[in-house]
């Protein structure tokens, strides 16, 4: 039923963009609360941000005011503006997705479904 692909990750730049996006090839999840994690090696998955229907979004302190979490449209699920990287950016970033809108939005075992991330590198 959901299946997330994640795309836009490469290697930049520090002070440079990207924008990731997460796609569901069966259906859009315009009522499923969403989020993206990361996990740099040997760290834990971290949460990024995330969006719950009829919420504002939800950020980490370490991305506020770089990241942007937004909803697209049909079957794009999620974006994520990312400016001002930092090669403490560097990981792979996880689309997740659940239809549990009670569920933290912060926290990854509130996710029912997970994409098989896409690399972020930011070099200096």
């Known amino acids: 039923q959901v299946q997330l692909v994640e795309s836009g990750g490469g290697s930049v730049q520090a002070g440079g963009s990207l924008r990731l996006s997460c796609a569901n090839s069966?259906?859009?999840?315009?009522?499923?609360?969403m989020a993206w994690f990361r996990q740099a090696p040997g760290k834990d998955r971290e949460f990024v941000a995330g969006?719950?229907?009829?919420?504002?979004?939800v950020y980490s302190d370490s991305v506020k005011g770089r990241f942007t979490i937004s909803r697209g449209d049909g079957k794009v699920s999620l974006h994520l503006q990312m400016v001002d990287l930092k090669p403490d950016d560097t990981a792979f970033y996880y689309c997740?997705?659940?239809?549990?809108?009670?569920?933290?939005?912060?926290?990854?075992?509130?996710?029912?479904?997970w994409g098989q991330g896409t690399q972020v590198t930011v070099f200096s």
């Open positions: 997740a997705a659940t239809s549990d809108q009670e569920s933290a939005v912060e926290f990854p075992t509130s996710y029912q479904y």
């Open positions: 069966k259906r859009p999840l315009n009522f499923y609360t």
């Open positions: 969006i719950k229907l009829g919420a504002a979004a």
